[in-house]
């Protein structure tokens, strides 16, 4: 079984450019989340989708952020105009939600803004 | 303030040894999943606890949401082990989520 794949794996930026990272989830899994991950810190929540409805995406900075998974299947998350702060490494996971939600990682994308 | 707090930060072992790792969180939570991040940064599941415990070889994690805690002990400590561990507990603020600690970098020597 194929796991969680991402791309790019890695993605270097000036200020104010914009960036894309795409996520496949484990097939069958109807549940995505999108996470940040600041160097030397655990990983934080996005956002969240069920299908393709956001269920959660109350940590998501909306002005320059936006998240989509249009079919419920692959979903994008798009920083319009990134900034030094958000230099992280950005995970994407999946899960089937039944009642034991195990949450399954892929690599990540590690971005960093000049 | 912090809902999950993971320690040691570091911790160091020698092959053969065993220690473990603790969580312990502010307030009642759901579950409790273990991660290790493998050598190419990916967040490997170890375990997933909804009460109770667990053990998959050399590894053995609990979980008392009651008490307010999870731990994971590794015994008999290999080279191949070291690596960052996290746990992250399902909280629930808005909707279920994972809330991840801040991680404990293992370093197992020789």
């Known amino acids: 079984e194929a796991g969680v794949t991402q791309s790019p794996r890695y993605a270097v930026l000036q200020e104010g450019q914009a960036v894309s990272f795409w996520c496949d989830p484990i097939?069958?899994?109807?549940?995505l989340y999108w996470y940040q991950q600041p160097r030397d810190q655990g990983p934080q929540l996005l956002v969240y989708?069920?299908?393709?409805?956001?269920?959660?995406n109350s940590q998501l900075p909306s002005d320059r952020f936006s998240a989509v998974r249009p079919k419920g299947t692959n979903s994008t998350l798009k920083i319009q105009s990134a900034k030094q702060g958000d230099t992280a490494t950005y995970l994407c996971?999946?899960?089937?939600?039944?009642?034991?939600?195990?949450?399954?990682f892929g690599p990540g994308t590690r971005l960093l803004v000049l | 303030g912090d809902q999950v707090e993971q320690s040691p930060s570091a911790l160091s072992l020698h092959e053969g040894t065993g220690s473990a790792l603790r969580c312990n969180f502010t307030?009642?939570?759901?579950?409790v999943q273990w991660f290790r991040k493998n050598s190419r940064g990916s967040l490997i599941n170890l375990f997933y606890?909804?009460?109770g415990t667990k053990e998959n070889g050399r590894l053995k994690s609990a979980f008392d949401s009651k008490e307010r805690y999870s731990t994971l002990h590794i015994r008999d400590a290999q080279l191949e082990d070291s690596g960052t561990y996290f746990c992250?507990?399902?909280?629930?603020?808005?909707?279920?989520?994972?809330?991840f600690g801040s991680g404990t970098q293992l370093t197992v020597m020789p």
């Open positions: 996971a999946s899960s089937f939600s039944n009642n034991q939600d195990t949450q399954y």
């Open positions: 097939s069958g899994h109807d549940t």
């Open positions: 989708f069920r299908d393709e409805a956001v269920i959660d």
């Open positions: 307030t009642t939570m759901r579950a």
């Open positions: 606890l909804a009460s």
């Open positions: 992250a507990a399902e909280a629930f603020s808005g909707s279920w989520q994972l809330i």
